[in-house]
């Protein structure tokens, strides 16, 4: 068993791993020596990725897809031989530029909620059997859930987005209450404002400067997984 | 008995046939399982994922159409996914069922096989015309995502419906590295777990390359089954030697559980060592169980390798009244079919099965089922 502050052979899984927040946990969690993989949609940039991180394990697949869910859990599981902590972090944010409630086509809301609350409530059913097993033996697995502050505060023209996120914290909260006792620990981090792909195409005249870097964003996530683990593993069992 | 036609894994009305310590026999909900179990119990499940482990596509020496089945594997290792050793079927599909597929074109050495996205050579014929072994091109991840991309679970002709992957993964899979799913598993879920946690009956997993279940092919069927590697983890091992020290008994779910902890109690001397092994040795009649207290299992045919596991279990003639309860209440048989619950009859190192729960409707009132001998 590692201690739970140390990332070296964990085994991790990142989604939207090729862009924003996600990249800069692949990288993080690369140059902190875990075992990576990470899924994105788009085949080129996942070679990339994977080409300019040696060791990483890149998978191509969207989770917004059923058919895709099962592939994406074998290949994770193949890849890192069993599985410690996943990350939830791709993310849509629905029709762009943003637009009022009344003006988002329910297609459009559709497609919000498959990639940002059913295709991680899909892949975490697929993958709970690997975070069981990491729980008994000891491995303190952690699945974490990317969230917004507009999950939890309703802002004009955020409405697909707001909804899908605000239905993935609650649905963090119910996987936190069933999966407790299995040693389970589930987590759901807002990372803030960020200078990311997304942001700039939600709010294309915010100031770049003004936002937080990625990278420090991906730092205060590990950092609290890396507590919550610990703070598992001092627990009696 | 009857064939399982629906690939659900937890029908409401499945059905559990206990067989006790005294070869007494009941009917049961399944639904009721953990009234047939106690605290201290030990429930010890195969947590493989199945892999998309048919194959088509081209032989290309002759341009020939070809299934591929993947069957077997060296080791669990991440890495060590070049080499398989598998079936090879010609033209058509699971629709046939597989005693009447083609014979593959006449395979060589050398011979490259085209599969999707993949690309594989025959590395050896094994001694029969349709078993090779093959190696993949390509790097790990390459392999991996062509058998998650190209593959298909392996089809049963009597089942309606082609099987997707969600159908054939228990709740618990993790590790894909089962050929055919461990189907003794899908009466399995959460709820359950956490059932047998109020209950204080315990949980663990091992993780066993589930073989091939049946090629078609009487020559390659008496082979079966094949070597299958597995790993048995140390969280495991401690927790059947707790069970040992009080007294509960360890319940294998479904044949795979059984061979794999038997083979590592036999190379260690009775007392299963953790880590990873190759379970080679058949399970039948002359077997002395060491490990095992009880099976888990789906209901299995006369014939097949499953079936003479049972005989490790319980004597001939109490095997053949089960055989018989089984036909006469019309239990489902295959993956997806009803279940039994033996108790080792047969060296009984622990205590009797109690609170088993009494027969439900008068569908389930059968005299020999009743009956001690």
Same mark, same amino acid.
């Given at each position: 068993?590692?201690?739970? !502050? ?10 939207? &791993? ?27 940039? =996942? ?64 497609? $919000? ?15 709970? &059997? ?14 974490? #859930? ?20 605000? $239905? @993935? ?38 100031? %770049? ?29 | ?31 009721? @399982? ?21 194959? #088509? ?30 079936? =090879? ?15 593959? %074109? ?32 390509? !790097? ?7 058998? $998650? ?9 009597? @089942?309606?419906? %082609? ?6 993964? +228990? ?59 597995? #790993? ?18 360890? =319940? ?16 260690? &001397? ?16 002359? +077997? ?26 319980? %004597? ?33 190192? $622990?205590?009797?099965? =109690? &609170? +088993? ?10 005299? !020999?089922?009743? !009956?001690?001998?």
């Amino acid at each position: 068993m590692t201690h739970p !502050s140390d990332w070296r052979d964990l085994r991790v899984a990142i989604t939207g &791993g090729t862009s924003g927040l996600g990249l800069a946990l692949v990288r993080a969690l690369h140059a902190a020596g875990a075992h990576v993989a990470f899924v994105a949609r788009n085949a080129a940039r =996942v070679a990339s990725t994977a080409a300019a991180l040696p060791g990483t394990h890149g998978i191509v697949g969207d989770v917004a897809r059923k058919d895709d869910t099962h592939r994406i859990a074998l290949q994770i599981n193949a890849a890192l031989g069993g599985l410690d902590v996943l990350i939830h972090n791709a993310s849509t944010l629905g029709p762009t530029p943003l637009r009022l409630l009344a003006d988002t086509d329910c297609e459009d809301l559709e497609a $919000a909620l498959a990639t940002n609350l059913v295709g991680p409530f899909r892949l975490t059913k697929a993958l709970l &059997g690997a975070l069981a097993a990491s729980a008994r033996d000891g491995g303190h697995p952690c699945i974490v #859930h990317i969230t917004s502050d507009a999950a939890v505060t309703p802002y004009a023209s955020w409405g697909a987005y707001s909804a899908s996120k605000a $239905a @993935l914290l609650h649905m963090s909260r119910i996987w936190h209450e069933e999966l407790h006792d299995l040693g389970i620990e589930v987590l759901a981090q807002d990372p803030g404002d960020m200078d990311t792909p997304l942001h700039a195409a939600a709010l294309p005249d915010a100031d %770049p400067a003004s936002l937080k870097r990625p990278a420090a964003a991906a730092a205060e996530l590990l950092d609290r997984i890396a507590f919550t683990r610990a703070a598992i593993a001092g627990a009696p069992a | 008995m009857r064939a399982a036609h629906r690939p659900q894994q937890r029908p409401r009305d499945a059905r559990l046939l206990v067989v006790d310590e005294a070869g007494r026999m009941r009917d049961a909900p399944r639904a009721r @399982l953990i009234e047939c179990l106690q605290r201290g119990d030990l429930l010890v499940a195969n947590d493989a994922a199945t892999l998309p482990a048919s194959l #088509h596509g081209v032989h290309v020496r002759s341009g020939a159409p070809i299934e591929v089945r993947l069957a077997g594997r060296r080791s669990l290792r991440v890495d060590d996914v070049h080499r398989f050793s598998a079936i =090879v079927f010609g033209a058509g599909d699971h629709r046939t069922r597989t005693e009447e597929r083609a014979a593959p %074109p006449a395979l060589r050495r050398g011979d490259l096989l085209r599969l999707g996205p993949l690309h594989a050579r025959v590395l050896r014929m094994l001694d029969h015309p349709r078993l090779i072994e093959l190696r993949f091109d390509g !790097s790990a991840d390459d392999i991996w995502a062509g058998i $998650a991309r190209h593959g298909k679970p392996i089809q049963y002709a009597h @089942l309606r419906d %082609p099987l997707a992957l969600w159908d054939v993964w +228990t709740r618990v899979a993790a590790l894909p590295v089962a050929f055919e799913p461990p189907s003794a598993g899908f009466m399995l879920d959460w709820s359950l777990l956490h059932a047998l946690r109020r209950h204080g009956i315990g949980f663990a997993t091992l993780t066993h390359a589930a073989g091939l279940s049946s090629t078609g092919d009487p020559a390659l069927d008496a082979r079966l089954p094949f070597d299958e590697p597995y #790993h048995l983890p140390a969280a495991t091992v401690r927790a059947i030697e707790i069970t040992r020290r009080t007294g509960g008994r360890v =319940v294998a779910v479904g044949t795979t559980v059984t061979r794999a902890l038997e083979h590592a109690a036999a190379r260690a &001397g009775g007392t299963p060592r953790a880590g990873d092994g190759v379970a080679d040795q058949r399970i039948g009649a002359s +077997t002395r169980l060491r490990v095992v207290d009880a099976l888990l299992s789906g209901t299995h045919e006369p014939g097949s390798s499953h079936h003479e596991l049972l005989r490790a279990f319980v %004597p001939a003639e109490v095997l053949a009244r089960a055989d018989a309860a089984l036909a006469a209440l019309g239990y489902r048989t295959h993956e997806f079919g009803d279940s039994v619950l033996i108790r080792d009859m047969r060296t009984q190192r $622990a205590a009797a099965f =109690v &609170g +088993t729960p009494g027969n439900e409707g008068p569908a389930a009132r059968v005299g !020999s089922v009743e !009956s001690a001998h």
